[in-house]
């Protein structure tokens, strides 16, 4: 089936940096990504959408100047957490449908920790 | 897009049917059902999907109730490696996937 890979799979940085999470389809072509957040023992979150080309669409409280997603390929999309806070630790996923929008394939998650 | 309700979690003996819930009374007729699982620290992964026909795939099987408000998702054969958090979605063709809180099944020996 289809793959979707994510780089990091762990980071841990000091509060004030900013890290890039990759999101890459390895065979096929997404032209939408989806990026999402789960906390410990909760559900993930959607926090935003990416396009290929074109802005990103973010959920109802997401900062947009705080998490900058580019989608600069058919394959690949990045979300970098700027100016990163303890709070923003988190497991963050990634997405990309194929034919069919509700069927997505998910990246293996990075797990962020921000001291 | 439809609400959906799981129960919190359910146990199941190796080798037992699994046989989880899920309620979506307000689906409209053109949403789906998706399954979903998660295993503890991984991405989710696609189960099945179904629109009011029953389905099956080498995974699992989705019964949906005639009146579309519930469905079942089964796992025939449930191993250790089926334990994980499950979602039910009612999803549209053009909406985005919303998670709810899921079923966390566990498999005990």
């Known amino acids: 089936g289809a793959v979707v890979s994510q780089h990091p799979s762990r980071v841990i940085c000091k509060s004030g940096t900013s890290v890039k999470i990759e999101c890459r389809s390895l065979d096929f072509q997404a032209t939408t990504m989806f990026w999402y957040r789960q906390f410990p023992k909760q559900s993930l979150m959607l926090m935003a959408t990416?396009?290929?080309?074109?802005?990103?669409?973010?959920e109802q409280g997401v900062e947009k100047d705080k998490f900058l997603i580019n989608h600069a390929s058919l394959t690949l999309s990045t979300l970098t957490v700027t100016s990163a806070h303890p709070e923003d630790s988190s497991f963050y996923i990634c997405s990309a449908p194929t034919s069919s929008q509700g069927t997505q394939y998910f990246g293996p998650g990075t797990r962020l920790l921000v001291l | 897009d439809a609400k959906t309700t799981q129960p919190p979690s359910m146990d199941c003996a190796e080798g037992r049917a699994a046989n989880l819930p899920c309620n979506h009374s307000t689906i409209s007729g053109n949403e789906y059902v998706y399954w979903y699982r998660q295993i503890h620290s991984q991405g989710p992964q696609y189960i099945i999907h179904g629109l009011k026909n029953n389905e099956t795939n080498e995974m699992a099987s989705l019964i949906i109730t005639e009146d579309r408000k519930s469905s079942t998702l089964i796992l025939p054969h449930a191993t250790l490696r089926d334990t994980a958090v499950y979602y039910c979605i009612a999803f549209y063709n053009t909406d985005k996937l919303i998670f709810g809180t899921g079923t966390r099944l566990q498999v005990f020996p």
């Open positions: 990416s396009n290929e080309g074109s802005k990103a669409t973010y």
